[in-house]
């Protein structure tokens, strides 16, 4: 969440705010937090520093882009981008393009914010870890202290 600090606002001189961006605890407590990699911090963050209070669902930010300030290869922006959409940190509203005539960026919303007069969806909340299914063999191996080597020759 971006907000302001007050401590170096001066109106007579007229000095603005400092911006900053804050990540709740609740957030940062989730598992769908836990899971991400550095690189995916680093582009919910390039996210959360173009939002201005106000543009939620027009954040504006290009893979390119992405992988520039990230100091990123842009294949790895791309996946980070995938991986935030999918874990339900953020959703795409317009897909980007990049042509001769046209040069658009992707634009996102953040779901921990509020969107225009709609509550925040906080989507990341309901994400799970996939489970990985273990065969019958292998836990009765394991309770055992290890496999076997019957039949082996």
Known sequence: MVATLAKNYD???????????????????????????????????????????SNNGRIGLSVRDAANLGNMAQGTAKKAFDVLIAKGFVKRHLVGSFNQKVRLASEYELTHLRYGNKPPTKEF?????????????????????????????
């Open 11 to 53: 109106s007579k001189n007229g000095n603005k705010p400092e911006r900053f961006i804050m990540l709740e605890h609740w957030i940062l407590k989730r598992p769908a937090w836990k899971s991400l990699t550095p690189r995916e911090v680093r582009v919910l963050l390039l996210l959360l520093e173009r939002h201005n209070g």
């Open 125 to 153: 909340v309901f994400w799970r870890p996939e489970k990985t299914a273990v065969s019958n063999e292998v836990r009765v191996g394991l309770k055992l202290g290890g496999m076997s080597n019957e039949g082996v020759i």
